[in-house]
């Protein structure tokens, strides 16, 4: 009995003598975003899985401003490229992590037409729209409620608003799962018809924010087709378009940096790769749309949609104006974009899936971001 109590007491002794857990040392805290914003409180929210992954996230503009997630040894870094203040996020480019509606992406001429009515929105992009204009619903400051590893963001967008028809109800949900899962879900509806195209417009580099390029990522797209643009002003044409084999082929991984600088007249285009791809998949169904994996770290991180559509933006117009996280300028394609959506200028191309919402109707969209290492 007594040899019992003294393996006992060792092993608390040591339990009380072992090294705590190292917390995750932030560049901010949540003072730097406490403020008041067209009368409305900013805040700022963090949430924690039992693996020791961190999320913070903003009311203002429902941004996700960091994601720490471990490296193949074991070290946490922020994956995500932002800001450490409201004040440097309404400084700097509004789209950093942020929820973009009510249409992400270019709309032709600033323009669509519904039953006959024609509707003009801001032009902030050429002669194109870009992102529903210079201050749509990523400069508004949302209600928020939030409980545990779950934050949930709501707006009320009035008809009319940067030139969209009908009083919208936008619900926001970011969770945080013990699976290294950031599942993003949309729920919105609408008193009138209206085109609704959301989603989340961050930059990752999964070396660590501010450490150097994106070009060495590894990318898997599950997309045979995209939606080609007709110009510079990366607009589409209409048409989809089969690229595998192309420069803008990731069906099998590739660099980012592999091909990037090819002699292909889209990719003249876009300085880069800034395309529209055509997911391989069911209507509405949940599935698998891209990878990206680093070798140097050997972190992965795989994106999971509803939508028929990504986006691959690979920061190539960021131009060294931004100072993040980590006092490093966001420089030309330090950071990469894979935007889960509908198709760009789709109320203006009937060959495209439609992104009308009807009364009555609940858009509802789900995106999930998974964090993982490869060793």
């Known amino acids: 009995m007594k040899t019992y109590y003294l393996i006992l007491i060792i092993a608390v002794l040591a339990a009380c003598s072992s090294?705590?857990?190292?917390?995750?040392?932030?560049?901010?805290?949540?003072?730097?975003?406490?403020?008041?914003?067209?009368?409305?409180?900013?805040?700022?929210?963090?949430?924690?899985?039992?693996?020791?992954?961190?999320?913070?996230?903003?009311?203002?503009?429902?941004?996700?401003?960091?994601?720490?997630?471990?490296?193949?040894?074991?070290?946490?870094?922020?994956?995500?490229l932002g800001f450490n203040s409201l004040a440097e996020y309404q400084q700097y480019g509004a789209s950093h992590g942020a929820v973009v509606g009510p249409f992400a992406n270019r709309i032709a001429n600033a323009q669509f037409t519904i039953d006959g009515e024609t509707y003009?929105?801001?032009?902030?992009?050429?002669?194109?729209?870009?992102?529903?204009?210079p201050d749509s619903w990523y400069r508004k400051v949302w209600d928020y409620k939030k409980n545990g590893n779950e934050a949930t963001f709501s707006l009320e967008s009035p008809d009319g608003e940067f030139g969209f028809p009908g009083n919208k109800m936008v619900k926001v949900t970011y969770t945080l799962t013990d699976d290294n899962e950031l599942k993003i879900d949309y729920e919105i509806t609408s008193d009138k018809t209206t085109p609704i195209?959301?989603?989340?417009?961050?930059?990752?580099?999964?070396?660590?924010?501010?450490?150097?390029?994106?070009?060495d990522h590894v990318l898997v797209i599950n997309a045979d087709k995209s939606t080609?643009?007709?110009?510079?002003?990366?607009?589409?044409?209409?048409?989809?378009?089969?690229?595998?084999?192309?420069?803008?082929d990731f069906t099998n991984p590739q660099k980012i940096g592999e091909r990037i600088e090819d002699d292909n007249k889209q990719l003249e285009y876009g300085a880069g790769y800034d395309f529209n791809y055509v997911l391989n998949k069911e209507p509405g169904e949940l599935s698998f749309a891209a990878s990206a994996y680093?070798?140097?770290?050997?972190?992965?991180?795989?994106?999971f949609t509803t939508e028929p559509g990504v986006q691959l933006y690979t920061g190539n117009?960021?131009?060294?104006?931004?100072?993040?996280?980590?006092?490093?300028?966001?420089?030309?394609r330090t950071g990469f974009c894979l935007e889960?959506?509908?198709?760009?200028?789709?109320?203006?191309?009937?060959?495209?899936?439609?992104?009308?919402?009807?009364?009555?109707?609940?858009?509802?969209?789900?995106?999930?971001y998974k964090f993982s290492v490869k060793e």
Not at 24 to 34: G, L, T
Not at 340 to 366: A, C, I, M, R, W
């Open 340 to 368: 889960t959506q509908h198709f760009p200028d789709s109320p203006n191309q009937p060959n495209f899936p439609s992104s009308l919402v009807e009364p009555g109707e609940t858009y509802k969209s789900t995106t999930i």
């Open 294 to 303: 680093e070798p140097e770290s050997g972190r992965f991180m795989e994106v």
């Open 19 to 80: 090294e705590p857990e190292k917390e995750i040392e932030m560049p901010y805290s949540k003072a730097d975003f406490d403020g008041v914003i067209d009368g409305k409180t900013t805040r700022m929210f963090k949430m924690e899985n039992e693996n020791g992954v961190v999320v913070t996230l903003t009311n203002y503009g429902a941004k996700i401003i960091s994601v720490y997630v471990p490296d193949r040894k074991g070290n946490f870094d922020d994956v995500v």
């Open 317 to 332: 117009h960021l131009k060294g104006n931004e100072i993040g996280n980590r006092g490093n300028a966001y420089t030309k």
């Open 228 to 248: 080609p643009v007709i110009d510079a002003s990366m607009i589409p044409t209409g048409e989809i378009e089969d690229i595998r084999g192309t420069a803008l």
């Open 120 to 133: 003009q929105l801001p032009v902030n992009n050429g002669e194109a729209s870009l992102h529903s204009g």
């Open 197 to 215: 195209n959301v989603t989340n417009h961050t930059y990752f580099n999964l070396n660590g924010e501010g450490q150097g390029t994106i070009l």
